[in-house]
């Protein structure tokens, strides 16, 4: 092999190298986004609970109001 094979080969195990280190980077800023993704998620299903229970409540509250006149 000549000093030119040598070169092409490093070269190629280089840009190889820097694929998978921005390919890690991606992957590990999706990973973090998909966290954040499903944190939202729980936070809007624990105000759908606590809209539930406002609900019900305020039914609960009108039919005393109701029985009262």
């Given at each position: 092999m000549s000093m030119k094979d040598?070169?092409?080969?490093?070269?190629?195990?280089?840009?190889l190298g820097v694929a998978w280190g921005m390919t890690n980077q991606k992957v590990a800023a999706m990973e973090k986004d998909m966290d954040r993704m499903e944190e939202a998620l729980m936070m809007f299903t624990q105000i759908?609970?606590?809209i539930a229970v406002m609900e019900t409540e305020l039914k609960n509250i009108n039919k005393k109001l109701d029985r009262k006149k």
């Amino acid at each position: 092999m000549s000093m030119k094979d040598y070169f092409a080969i490093a070269g190629a195990l280089l840009a190889l190298g820097v694929a998978w280190g921005m390919t890690n980077q991606k992957v590990a800023a999706m990973e973090k986004d998909m966290d954040r993704m499903e944190e939202a998620l729980m936070m809007f299903t624990q105000i759908e609970v606590r809209i539930a229970v406002m609900e019900t409540e305020l039914k609960n509250i009108n039919k005393k109001l109701d029985r009262k006149k």
